[in-house]
């Protein structure tokens, strides 16, 4: 069952897919320093067709590791990881399909359901100047915030779940 997106999640199916990295989830959480080689080699490969493809990759690259951090630290054991990456227009779309427990899918639903809240950007400026004590889902309230990112939570099953994020970067980077 999908967590209903933010306003802004892009409605069609006009995102075309560009890139795939599909692995055991237990060979991406064997290295910490799989979350920026992931990011890096994907920004790269997208980036080619930007205006300005430095700025773009650098700006994905940064997005896209903040999110392949938040799925490292589920730690589960088993089960497949996969990022997907489309594009419609100025919007990408990074799909993060992997196995996690049931504590880590409502870390995920709770995670997903306060970028959506109202005063997300104040709790993010809070937490920055020490008001709140960051937690775990800062970096996806960051995304939200700073990106203007868009973020839903589907259900795959088996113990597995998409984090679905539209990111507006193509504008961002003009």
């Not at 650098?58 to 630290?73: I, K, M, P, Y």
């Not at 937690?135 to 998409?162: P, Q, S, W």
């Amino acid at each position: 069952m999908p967590i209903e997106a933010e306003h802004n999640i892009v409605a069609g199916n006009n995102f075309r897919g560009m890139i795939q990295i599909d692995m055991h989830i237990a060979s991406f959480h064997s290295d910490w320093t799989h979350c920026d080689y992931i990011a890096t080699y994907l920004a790269r490969a997208i980036s080619h067709n930007r205006p300005d493809s430095v700025l773009f990759s650098n700006l994905f690259s940064s997005a896209l590791n903040e999110l392949l951090e938040v799925t490292f630290r589920t730690r589960h054991i088993g089960g497949a990881f996969a990022c997907k990456v489309s594009r419609d227009g100025e919007t990408d779309r990074v799909e993060l399909t992997f196995a996690c427990g049931a504590e880590e899918r409502r870390f995920f639903e709770n995670a997903v359901a306060r970028t959506q809240e109202g005063d997300a950007r104040g709790r993010y400026l809070s937490s920055l100047s020490g008001d709140v004590a960051p937690g775990r889902d800062m970096m996806l309230l960051e995304l939200a915030v700073n990106y203007h990112a868009a973020l839903r939570l589907e259900d795959v099953g088996d113990d597995t779940i998409r984090l679905v994020v539209d990111l507006p970067l193509g504008g961002l980077a003009h």
